[in-house]
């Protein structure tokens, strides 16, 4: 019976009451579920609106903005400042940290990359918004990058939202991982995949093949004893993805399992990896973790990393424990 869903904003109330905590989490994601809506609307109308192509300019990254992260990245700005809850925000698309005016008892900092994966705009391929919750330190200037470079471990929440054939917002606050699809007649999202769970073994991996040249010894070992299938050491064969938007990527895990590696390798190892520690490996590690997955470096636990810089970038392995589990063994085996 459809109309006994339970929406997010229930879902949160429900949660506060069970753990007995303040009402801050309600707070804290109205505006941010209401960005995705935002952002999900404009996504979806595309062409029929002039949301496609490229804005002409670049981001912090250098990498060439299309017209949607642009649109997505003032949508979060704008709406997540309007509650309140937050002292200060940072962005993929911005170079400094954007502090709220006005919000004096902003208690939090929101990180996010707003429109994940937007390469895949124009070809009508998913993509998604990453989000990322800290605490405002007592005491500590939220308008100074420093304030930031928290280590993954003391996210209080994180989510994204994805924009694919059905929009989903998916968020962890610490408790397990749960799911919930946007009605767009109601408006609403609704709980569809309670406690959603990685499985520890499978046979998929996703990687960007194209770059098998620049991969480091125990990354090209585990690839090939996938490859090996059957015949090989694996003794069972497996299945390659890569959606090119790490997104569509972890949501495929949470859903039937997998592994996703973005490794360092010898083309981005000077600048440390190729996605952002603080508002793409942190929040995507904290729900894996929260899913029974994990999410490694290499060698080393992602949640557990010092932040340098507000655009740090970082390896990023992750997805079913078993599979992460033998990847890390190789590298700390050096093959
Ligand atoms: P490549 C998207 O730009 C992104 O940050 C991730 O969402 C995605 O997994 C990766 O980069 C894709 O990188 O090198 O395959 O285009």
């Not at 919000?103 to 939090?108: E, M, P, W």
Request: hydrophobic share 40%; glycine share 10%; charged share 20%.
């Amino acid at each position: 019976m459809p109309y006994k869903r339970i929406t997010l904003t229930h879902f949160l109330l429900q949660e506060q009451r069970r753990l007995g905590r303040s009402g801050a989490f309600t707070a804290l994601m109205t505006d941010i579920i209401t960005a995705c809506k935002m952002v999900s609307h404009e996504v979806n109308r595309g062409a029929l609106v002039g949301n496609h192509g490229v804005a002409g300019s670049e981001n912090v990254q250098g990498e060439e903005q299309k017209k949607l992260d642009i649109l997505a990245n003032d949508i979060f700005l704008h709406m997540n400042a309007l509650g309140g809850n937050y002292a200060a925000m940072a962005s993929e698309e911005l170079e400094d940290v954007h502090a709220v005016t006005g919000s004096a008892d902003g208690r939090y900092l929101l990180l996010f990359d707003p429109l994940d994966g937007s390469s895949n705009i124009d070809v009508n391929i998913s993509v998604g918004s990453i989000f990322s919750i800290l605490r405002l330190p007592d005491g500590v200037d939220a308008s100074k990058a420093d304030a930031f470079l928290q280590p993954g471990v003391q996210q209080v929440a994180a989510g994204y939202a994805l924009y694919g054939p059905s929009t989903m917002l998916v968020l962890t606050t610490g408790n397990g991982v749960n799911g919930f699809t946007l009605d767009r007649d109601v408006g609403m999202f609704f709980l569809t995949h309670p406690g959603m769970t990685v499985t520890p073994d499978t046979k998929e991996f996703a990687i960007n093949a194209s770059r098998s040249r620049f991969w480091e010894a125990p990354v090209r070992r585990y690839v090939d004893e996938c490859l090996a299938g059957k015949t090989g050491p694996r003794g069972k064969d497996f299945n390659m993805r890569w959606v090119a938007s790490m997104v569509a990527e972890v949501h495929r895990i949470l859903i039937r399992g997998g592994v996703f590696m973005y490794p360092k390798d010898s083309e981005n190892a000077a600048k440390g990896g190729k996605l952002r520690l603080m508002y793409e490996a942190n929040p995507m590690a904290f729900i894996i973790e929260q899913a029974g997955g994990t999410a490694v470096t290499g060698c080393d636990r992602i949640m557990d990393l010092q932040p340098t810089n507000l655009h740090q970038r970082v390896p990023v392995i992750l997805g079913s424990k078993n599979e992460v589990d033998r990847i890390a063994d190789y590298h700390r085996q050096g093959a």
